[in-house]
């Protein structure tokens, strides 16, 4: 008997946790869409970071962003470890703040808010 204790409770919890209660099923077919990221747009040279505030209240992640603006040439150099760079085809951690450049029109990649 004592050799069949083991295989039982392992079989016991793999049905526990693989099973689905009603509730979780009710809850996922009322899920909502998802939601597409802001486009952050900042023009260069403005000091209008309005469209950071509006994200964020931390002054860290504000400062971030200026950095990675004013300073690409220092964050194109650091890699990013956080495997955007299979899911968003990141090669850098300026990638992480800035999605692209259009003269003095830039548009910020949602990624530096964490």
């Known amino acids: 008997m004592r050799k069949y204790i083991f295989p039982m409770l392992t079989v016991f919890t793999l049905v526990a946790g693989c099973s689905a209660s009603p509730k979780d099923q009710v809850q996922s077919s009322n899920e ?27 002054p860290k992640i504000l400062e971030a962003y200026q950095f990675a603006v004013a300073h690409p040439e220092v964050l194109n150099y650091i890699p990013c470890y956080c495997g955007c760079n299979e899911e968003e085809g990141h090669t850098n951690n300026t990638d992480c703040f800035v999605e692209s450049t259009d003269g003095a029109k830039v548009t910020l990649d949602t990624m530096g808010f964490g």
């Open 32 to 58: 909502q869409p998802e939601k597409s990221a802001p486009v952050l747009t900042y023009k260069i040279g403005s000091d209008d970071w309005s469209v950071i505030k509006s994200n964020t209240d931390s």
